[in-house]
């Protein structure tokens, strides 16, 4: 099957599978993540399998194998997808998960506390009653209040997610 035409319901359109990749990454690369990623990611995504290999995503997005391995590379380090090896071959499938958006939040929560270890340190360097100081100070209260606010809401996430599509 095909992922960018069929489904188990039939048929699907490829034209607006299409235009919804390419709008739907060009609302991640307005966010801030890279075009090739977020095009890789889009269709991934509005797979019905949501999973695709290097070839199937060359042929979607007509892109070569060595911008998919790039934007595979970004979109595993930022936990957004994984790898799989198909059974019996060498070739790898990629996959988008349910919980991606919950994943790559979470995973942020390392660099925010490198974030705050660092703006600690600027506000010993520059000084608590500096101007300078206190911006600092208040952009490390800030962080501190969204690391405690990120993991009460992933919380009630989960609670949400089980109560509305079930255990995963």
């Given at each position: 099957?095909?992922?960018?035409?069929?489904?188990?319901?039939?048929?699907?359109?490829?034209?607006?599978?299409?235009?919804?990749?390419?709008?739907?990454?060009?609302?991640?690369?307005?966010?801030?993540?890279?075009r090739m990623p977020a095009r890789v990611?889009?269709?991934?995504?509005?797979?019905?399998?949501?999973?695709?290999?290097?070839?199937?995503?060359?042929?979607?997005?007509?892109?070569?194998?060595?911008?998919?391995?790039?934007?595979v590379r970004y979109l595993a380090q930022?936990?957004?997808?994984?790898?799989?090896?198909?059974?019996?071959?060498?070739?790898?499938?990629?996959?988008?998960?349910?919980?991606?958006?919950?994943?790559?939040?979470?995973?942020?929560?390392?660099?925010?506390?490198?974030?705050?270890?660092?703006?600690?340190?600027?506000?010993?360097?520059?000084?608590?009653?500096?101007?300078?100081?206190?911006?600092?100070?208040?952009?490390?209260?800030?962080?501190?209040?969204?690391?405690?606010?990120?993991?009460?809401?992933?919380?009630?996430?989960?609670?949400?997610?089980?109560?509305?599509?079930?255990?995963?």
């Amino acid at each position: 099957m095909n992922p960018m035409t069929e489904s188990a319901g039939g048929a699907r359109d490829a034209e607006a599978v299409s235009k919804f990749v390419e709008s739907f990454a060009a609302q991640l690369v307005e966010a801030g993540m890279q075009r090739m990623p977020a095009r890789v990611f889009a269709a991934l995504l509005s797979s019905d399998e949501g999973s695709m290999t290097s070839a199937e995503l060359g042929e979607q997005l007509r892109i070569s194998p060595a911008a998919v391995s790039g934007a595979v590379r970004y979109l595993a380090q930022t936990h957004m997808v994984s790898r799989e090896r198909e059974p019996g071959s060498r070739r790898e499938r990629y996959r988008v998960h349910g919980n991606q958006w919950y994943e790559a939040l979470t995973n942020r929560e390392a660099v925010i506390k490198r974030w705050e270890g660092a703006l600690r340190e600027g506000v010993t360097s520059l000084g608590a009653d500096t101007p300078a100081g206190r911006r600092m100070a208040e952009t490390l209260a800030f962080f501190e209040f969204i690391e405690t606010e990120i993991v009460e809401m992933m919380e009630r996430w989960r609670v949400h997610r089980e109560k509305t599509f079930g255990q995963e």
